[in-house]
């Protein structure tokens, strides 16, 4: 079975610009997780979608930030216009929803974004 | 607000040498609790995880792991350790209540000298 797959792997872009991030989940995971590690920060939670839907998206930073799951597989997070303190690695997870309490998340390979 | 708190930054071990990574963990409720591993160059892997029933979990590697629910710690052991667990440490905690957001530590630096 597939993991979770991330593209880029990098990707470097002046500030001011524009990056789409890739995430293809698991097949037939319907919970789909956005998190972000800054340079020498914890990982933190940016976003939860179920299928198409936006459950959670406390932890987006501001309004630069887009995340999208048309359709309910795949999803892409935008920075527009991206500045130097988006630098870091971003994960991707995915987990399925079985109704129950128990929720494990595989993680994918990340992407590491670095602004100039 | 929930936080998970590992209590090592750095840890430098000589081979065979016992470790022991803090972590301890506010958040209301049953609690899901996790230690990731990310070697050099690799992405996030689950090592062990723990759900309900026996709080002594063990995973890859020789790895295991206590949740102590009276103290809200899940301390990561492992009796002699390798060069290779060279990488560092994520413990993680998400819940229903949370929606399964995860929340994670710091993140501990450990370095196995040869």
């Known amino acids: 079975e597939a993991g979770v797959t991330q593209f880029p792997s990098h990707s470097v872009i002046e500030k001011g610009q524009t990056v789409t991030l890739r995430c293809d989940p698991i097949?037939?995971?319907?919970?789909l997780y956005w998190y972000r590690r800054v340079m020498g920060k914890e990982i933190k939670f940016l976003l939860h979608?179920?299928?198409?839907?936006?459950?959670?998206e406390s932890g987006m930073p501001n309004n630069r930030f887009l995340a999208e799951r048309t359709g309910g597989t795949y999803s892409t997070l935008k920075v527009q216009p991206a500045e130097l303190e988006d630098s870091g690695v971003y994960f991707c997870?995915?987990?399925?929803?079985?109704?129950?309490?128990?929720?494990?998340?595989?993680f994918g390979p990340g992407t590491r974004l670095t602004v100039l | 607000a929930q936080s998970v708190s590992q209590h090592n930054h750095h840890v430098i071990l000589s081979e065979a040498a016992s470790l022991e990574l803090g972590c301890n963990y506010s958040?209301?409720?049953?609690?899901?609790l996790f230690w990731y591993v990310q070697y050099p160059g690799q992405h996030l892997q689950l090592l062990l995880k723990?759900?309900?029933?026996?709080?002594l979990v063990k995973g890859i590697k020789g790895f295991e792991a206590e949740f102590i629910k009276s103290k809200f710690s899940f301390n990561l052991r492992k009796p002699s350790v390798q060069w290779s667990d060279t990488a560092e440490y994520f413990c993680?905690?998400?819940?229903?209540?949370?929606?399964?957001?995860?929340?994670f530590g710091a993140g501990t630096r450990l370095f196995v000298k040869a």
């Open positions: 997870a995915s987990s399925q929803d079985g109704g129950s309490s128990y929720n494990e998340q595989f």
């Open positions: 097949s037939g995971h319907d919970n």
């Open positions: 979608f179920v299928k198409e839907s936006k459950q959670d």
């Open positions: 958040y209301g409720g049953t609690v899901n």
């Open positions: 723990y759900f309900s029933g026996d709080p």
């Open positions: 993680a905690v998400n819940a229903v209540t949370g929606g399964f957001k995860t929340i």
